[in-house]
């Protein structure tokens, strides 16, 4: 398995340039998320899905969107992008059984907002 | 509101000198605390959970303890490459939303 994958690494965006982070799992999870992380914050959750056609807002949804048309896949938009979006992106993934549960973490995008 | 405070911000240990992490946290019935190790440049890595108060789980050098209001990352016998930030999360919300501290980055020295 290649567990949570995230695309791209590194991305260079212009005040108000719109893009899509990409994140896809092969572990057939149902819960899907995504964070920013910021120095000296910790990791933020922005949008999450508990599966196929189902999303919902996290604790700094505003400036992004998501959608979630597949168990495996979970893009996340920027509609215009703000410097004060350059952070850390990572995208998560979990089973939605019960409590017991581990969330499951990509390796990261790197965005800048110019 | 959910809270968790990760103590201290950062620590530097000479190998082989054993120290402890904290993580406190204030929530409205705890469903479990996540360990995650974070090298730079690359995501969380899962370590541990912890459901109930009094248990303890280990992994090589390091173990996990929880009680009702706090959760211990012992270090035993640390080596360079145990450097790392060290984070930890609670549940939240819908249960499978995390709350995460700020991290400790922990720095072991040769």
């Known amino acids: 398995n290649a567990g949570v994958t995230q695309t791209p690494k590194f991305q260079v965006l212009k005040t108000g340039q719109s893009m899509t982070l990409q994140c896809a799992q092969d572990?057939?999870?149902?819960?899907m998320s995504w964070y920013r992380q910021d120095p000296g914050m910790g990791l933020r959750l922005i949008h999450y899905?508990?599966?196929?056609?189902?999303?919902d807002q996290g604790e700094v949804p505003n400036g992004y969107n998501v959608s979630r048309s597949t168990t495996e896949d979970f893009p996340l938009r920027l509609l215009s992008a703000a410097p004060s979006q350059t952070s850390v992106y990572f995208c998560?993934?979990?089973?939605?059984?019960?409590?017991?549960?581990?969330?499951?973490f990509g390796p990261g995008t790197r965005l800048t907002v110019l | 509101e959910d809270q968790v405070t990760q103590s201290p911000e950062a620590l530097r240990l000479q190998e082989g000198e054993s120290s402890s992490l904290n993580c406190s946290y204030t929530?409205?019935?705890?469903?479990?605390l996540f360990w995650y190790r974070q090298d730079p440049g690359k995501g969380p890595e899962f370590l541990f959970t912890?459901?109930?108060a009094g248990e303890e789980k280990e992994k090589e050098r390091l173990k996990a303890t929880l009680t009702k209001k706090e959760s211990f990352l012992h270090i035993t016998a640390p080596k360079p490459e145990d450097s790392a930030t060290y984070l930890c999360?609670?549940?939240?919300?819908?249960?499978?939303?995390?709350?995460f501290g700020s991290g400790t980055q922990l720095t072991v020295l040769p």
């Open positions: 998560a993934s979990s089973y939605g059984r019960g409590q017991k549960y581990t969330q499951y």
């Open positions: 899905s508990v599966g196929a056609g189902i999303t």
């Open positions: 929530v409205s019935g705890l469903r479990g």
């Open positions: 572990m057939n999870h149902e819960y």
């Open positions: 999360a609670v549940p939240s919300g819908s249960a499978r939303q995390l709350t």
């Open positions: 912890l459901y109930s």
